[in-house]
């Protein structure tokens, strides 16, 4: 019962440098996100896809890329570190399952970037 | 402005206190509203969800949607030391779950 697995916990950065977050989820979901979490400001949505093959920006998509290759592997890119990036970042997935679903997100346990 | 408004906290009770959490919103076209509870150092995870207006009981949690008003609340009855988390609420327009969320508040149950 893994859920939303991301990889890796905790990274240093300095400025400039380039990384990649995974994020792997096996409840077959079609939906899946990347966001931020920043103290005092909430989740703020960065990349979101609807579907293997497709993503789609959110609210704050600058110096982020994304891709989905696969249904299950959602990744996310820094090309080009900055000081500003430093946060934790959560990936989430849901699926529609019909009228009166929730569209639950399920998230995974995080992932903390520092950039020095 | 943002979309989303929530009560900043923190808040600090005692334990079998009664707690509410607020949240405010000005997107009229929100349908679907949300609890999450996050421990801290976890990913969020889904407490409560309404759909519209209306209330809705689950044990000792109580969530309410005024849609008139663009107000939702979260009540918590005998609150207890593993009820201390941040609670987030969060909103969307339909059920594909591409969701809104407030800033949070960080709740701290004194034994």
Same mark, same amino acid.
């Given at each position: 019962?893994? *859920?939303? +697995? @991301? +990889?890796?916990?905790?990274?240093?950065?300095?400025?400039?440098?380039?990384?990649?977050?995974?994020?792997? @989820?096996?409840?077959?979901?079609?939906?899946?996100?990347?966001?931020? @979490? =920043?103290? *005092?400001?909430?989740?703020?949505?960065?990349?979101?896809?609807?579907?293997?093959? +497709?993503?789609?920006?959110?609210?704050?998509?600058?110096?982020?890329?994304?891709?989905?290759?696969?249904?299950?592997?959602?990744?996310?890119?820094?090309?080009?570190?900055?000081?500003?990036?430093?946060?934790?970042?959560?990936?989430?997935?849901?699926?529609?399952?019909?009228? *009166? =679903? +929730?569209?639950?997100?399920?998230? *995974?346990?995080?992932?903390?970037?520092?950039?020095? | 402005?943002?979309?989303?408004?929530?009560?900043?906290?923190?808040?600090?009770?005692?334990?079998? !206190?009664?707690?509410?959490?607020?949240? #405010?919103?000005?997107?009229?076209?929100?349908?679907?509203?949300?609890?999450?509870?996050?421990? &801290?150092?976890?990913?969020?995870? %889904?407490?409560?969800?309404?759909?519209?207006?209306?209330?809705?009981?689950? $044990?000792?949690?109580? !969530?309410?949607?005024?849609? &008139?008003?663009?107000?939702?609340? %979260?009540?918590?009855?005998? &609150?207890?030391?593993?009820? &201390?988390?941040?609670?987030?609420?969060?909103?969307?327009?339909?059920?594909? $779950?591409?969701? #809104?969320? $407030?800033? $949070? #508040?960080?709740?701290?149950?004194?034994?």
């Amino acid at each position: 019962n893994a *859920g939303v +697995t @991301q +990889t890796p916990k905790f990274r240093v950065l300095k400025t400039g440098q380039s990384m990649t977050l995974l994020c792997a @989820q096996d409840m077959n979901h079609e939906y899946m996100y990347w966001y931020r @979490q =920043d103290p *005092g400001m909430g989740l703020r949505l960065i990349h979101y896809s609807v579907g293997e093959g +497709t993503t789609a920006k959110g609210e704050v998509p600058d110096g982020y890329n994304v891709s989905r290759l696969k249904k299950q592997n959602f990744l996310l890119g820094l090309e080009s570190a900055a000081p500003s990036q430093t946060s934790v970042y959560f990936c989430a997935s849901s699926s529609i399952r019909g009228p *009166g =679903d +929730t569209g639950e997100l399920f998230f *995974g346990e995080g992932s903390r970037l520092t950039v020095l | 402005q943002k979309e989303v408004e929530q009560d900043p906290g923190p808040l600090s009770v005692p334990e079998g !206190a009664i707690v509410s959490l607020n949240c #405010t919103y000005s997107n009229s076209a929100f349908q679907y509203f949300m609890w999450y509870r996050q421990y &801290s150092r976890k990913g969020p995870e %889904l407490l409560m969800y309404t759909y519209s207006s209306g209330n809705k009981e689950d $044990g000792r949690f109580t !969530a309410q949607v005024d849609k &008139s008003s663009k107000y939702i609340s %979260l009540f918590i009855r005998d &609150s207890q030391p593993s009820d &201390s988390a941040t609670y987030l609420c969060a909103m969307s327009v339909n059920n594909a $779950g591409k969701s #809104t969320f $407030g800033d $949070g #508040t960080t709740l701290t149950v004194k034994p």
